[in-house]
Each structure stands twice: as structure tokens, then as C-alpha cells.
């Protein structure tokens, strides 16, 4: 069973910076793709950021150019760097691991993220 931690979420004023990390319980060897997603009340969930194991990365729309997503193979672990925040990014974050090869699809409890003066 592969389990995912998130962490890094939390207060920050409009125009700040946060980093999220979320840690895979174990290596996964197959080719998978890593990705944040992050959901509002009474909205779909929404796709942030991707990145493959080969580090081909994908952003939505709202945040191409404020956020970055990266992964660290060693540590099992991938980040959302989040610079320039805006209220409308408040929403909870959920990392997300897919590996296309077996179906499998798992997710992390999630963190809160509130942008607020």
C-alpha cells in the first residue's frame, strides 16, 4: 500500500510564498506522474500542477507562471512552491500519485491552504 503525507500548508497574506512537500511511503519505480490538486467548497477539484518521473511538468492555467511543482526521486517526496498567493488560491491541496501502468491512484489527506490579510 503506498501512502502519501502532505504538509506545508497553512495562513499566509495575500502576495506570499508557501511550499507544500508531500512524501510517498515508498519508491515507485514505474513511470508515474506526481501532481497537486486542489479543491473549494461547491467547486470540482481542480488539477494545479504535474510532473512526471521523467519531469515533464504541467500547470493549470491560474497559476502558470507563480507556482512550481518539483520532485526529489531520493527523498520520495515532490513540492508545490507557491509564490505570489492570491485569496482565490485558498482551497485545501491534495497530492496526488498516478502510475499508468497498473491503474494505481492514490492521494494524500490533504492541507489547507488560506490566503487572507
Known amino acids: 500500500q503506498v501512502q502519501l503525507v502532505e504538509s506545508g500548508g497553512g495562513l499566509v497574506q495575500p502576495g506570499g510564498s508557501l511550499r507544500l512537500s508531500c512524501v510517498v511511503s515508498?519508491?515507485?519505480?514505474?513511470?508515474?506522474?506526481m501532481g497537486w490538486y486542489r479543491r473549494v467548497p461547491e467547486k470540482a477539484r481542480e488539477l494545479v500542477a504535474s510532473?512526471?518521473?521523467?519531469?515533464?511538468?504541467n500547470y493549470g492555467d491560474s497559476v502558470k507562471g507563480r507556482f512550481t511543482i518539483s520532485r526529489d526521486g531520493a527523498k520520495n517526496t515532490v513540492y508545490l512552491q507557491m509564490n505570489t498567493l492570491k485569496p482565490e488560491d485558498t482551497a485545501v491541496y491534495y497530492c496526488n500519485l498516478r502510475i499508468p501502468t497498473t491503474g494505481g491512484q492514490y492521494w494524500g489527506q490533504g492541507t489547507q491552504v488560506t490566503v487572507s490579510s
Open positions: 515508498r519508491s515507485i519505480f514505474s513511470f508515474n506522474v
Open positions: 510532473i512526471t518521473s521523467s519531469g515533464i511538468t
